[in-house]
């Protein structure tokens, strides 16, 4: 199943850039964990215009990208998508962002949604399917 | 409201919601099928680091200085309303990415273990591992073209599986069928949190065991 799929898939070329090197290299993000669909979300209180010369020097054109998507809340595995960058390299610029006061992310409940009426309400939503 | 430590949006009704529901069973079972018939694909991939079993698979010889590989993963996400996104992630069959599994888990509504009848001991890992964390699951039954169909019963029997698990038949290149396997599940969750029982979390007492069952061939 999966090789046809794969084989049509963009990735089987290999990435034209290595993939760690929109990171310099690094491969872990900083701070807490961010999970893949952890929300990120840009504070509008806050700009790159607004930050120090050497920490806006910090910020390549993945990371304005990113913010750009994230004007309205975002989940991480949506940004790797849209901006065609690896999860992982993704959790390392939202990391990034956030140790600058940029955006702010918002991690799953570890055990998941307990709230009984948004259950039901995505059950009734996915009946309608 | 599920998420922890929010820097509030103004103008919002709610804070969205993003939903998390894995898709796993064995190699070829129906994952991709499931998460394209019922959800809107988008590209995802992700860098992982071999780990050392893999890196013997992979025959690194020559290129000893790649230390990570690049693993498509399916991705699928279907938009509730503005404020609330399900989204799917087929969980990697092979064995080797299997430490992705606690990430991919991580704050996951529940699981759909998918279970083709010709290698039902396929998704015994899956079942396993769903189990042992506690994870709500419903197990769906593709029905392939020419495999042989056996009653439910036989088949709950040939899994092990607790009463409470649904179990269904499914045909994950319908829309439909696909779409009435998450609504068991998200069926499933609820009744789970009714239940509410605080040792869920920590079941491995009463696991059953499962073994490598030939009987529903």
Redesign the interface.
């Known amino acids: ?2 090789p046809r ?2 084989r049509r ?3 089987s070329r ?2 034209v850039v290595r ?2 090197a929109v990171t310099s290299g690094r ?1 872990r993000p900083t701070g807490a964990a961010i ?5 990120v ?1 840009a ?1 509008r209180r806050v700009s790159i215009a607004d930050l120090e010369p050497e920490q806006e020097a910090k910020l390549g054109p993945e990371h304005r990208r990113l913010l750009e998507c994230c004007r ?2 975002v ?1 991480v ?2 940004l ?2 849209d901006l ?1 960058l ?4 993704v959790r390392i610029l939202v990391a990034d962002l956030r140790e600058q006061g940029l955006v ?1 992310v ?11 009426a ?6 009734d ?3 309608r ?1 | 409201m599920p998420y922890g430590d929010s820097d509030s949006v103004p103008n919002r009704r709610r804070a969205p919601v993003a939903i998390k529901v894995l898709i796993a069973g064995g190699f070829g079972v129906g994952k991709t099928t499931l998460v394209s018939a019922v959800s809107e694909v988008r590209p995802l991939r992700t860098e992982e680091n071999l780990s050392e079993p893999s890196a013997l698979v992979d025959q690194l010889d020559g290129v000893e200085r790649k230390v990570t590989t690049t693993v498509a993963m399916d991705f699928g996400r279907i938009s509730i309303n503005d404020d609330l996104v399900v989204y799917l992630f087929g969980t990697p069959g092979q064995k080797r990415f299997w430490f992705m599994w606690d990430e991919l888990a991580y704050g996951a509504l529940g699981a759909v273990v998918m279970a083709d009848t010709r290698r039902l001991a396929d998704c015994f890992p899956s079942i396993d591992y769903f189990e042992r964390r506690g994870t709500p699951f419903v197990v769906a039954v593709n029905c392939f073209d020419g495999a042989r169909r056996y009653p439910l019963d036989t088949m709950r029997a040939a899994l092990n599986l607790t009463p409470d698990v649904p179990l269904m038949l499914c045909d994950a290149r319908q829309r439909a069928s696909s779409r009435d396997v998450l609504v068991a599940l998200v069926e499933h969750a609820v009744v789970r949190l009714d239940r509410a029982d605080p040792q869920e979390g920590s079941a491995d007492l009463a696991t059953p065991h499962r073994r490598q069952v030939t009987s529903a061939r």
């Open positions: 199943m999966t799929r794969e898939n963009r990735d290999g990435p993939p760690y491969t999970d893949m669909v952890a929300l979300s504070l309205r809340p989940a595995a949506d790797a998508s065609d690896p999860l992982g390299v702010s918002r991690q799953p409940a570890p055990s998941g949604l307990r709230d009984v948004v259950l039901k309400e995505v059950a939503a996915l009946r399917l």
